[in-house]
């Protein structure tokens, strides 16, 4: 009993070490995905992504400032963000990166991004 009683201490001195900022949000912060996605579209048309993305077929759509924030469709979502993910690379200089098709296994659609970002960095 005596164990617990300090283990509990101990967390509680754990907790107090942590700074506030830490352990609580302002009010604000529910609001901040709104903002990195209104700053993804920017930063999107910044590269030209109306004539480059939306030009390659009928399915691409432009993307409207709060679109991956609350999820709606998420097939449609997840198909737009993945081929999105696949132009990047793509513009990044890797022409030979296959676009992922709609009907395509998620997992292997997301291994292959993940390998081709991957071989971006470098380290």
């Not at 001195?13 to 996605?37: C, L, W």
């Not at 890797?94 to 991004?113: L, V």
């Amino acid at each position: 009993m005596e164990e617990n009683h300090e283990q509990e201490e101990s967390n509680n001195h754990q907790s107090d070490s942590i700074p506030a900022e830490t352990t609580e949000d302002g009010p604000g912060r529910e609001y901040e995905i709104y903002t990195r996605n209104e700053e993804l579209v920017d930063k999107l048309k910044l590269l030209n992504y109306e004539e480059g993305f939306l030009k390659l077929g009928v399915a691409y759509k432009p993307i409207l400032k709060h679109y991956f924030v609350k999820s709606r469709n998420v097939g449609e979502q997840f198909f737009l963000f993945t081929s999105l993910a696949a132009w990047l690379i793509k513009k990044s200089g890797d022409d030979s990166f296959n676009m992922p098709q709609e009907f395509d296994d998620p997992n292997s659609t997301i291994a292959n991004i993940m390998a081709g970002a991957k071989s971006k960095v470098r380290l």
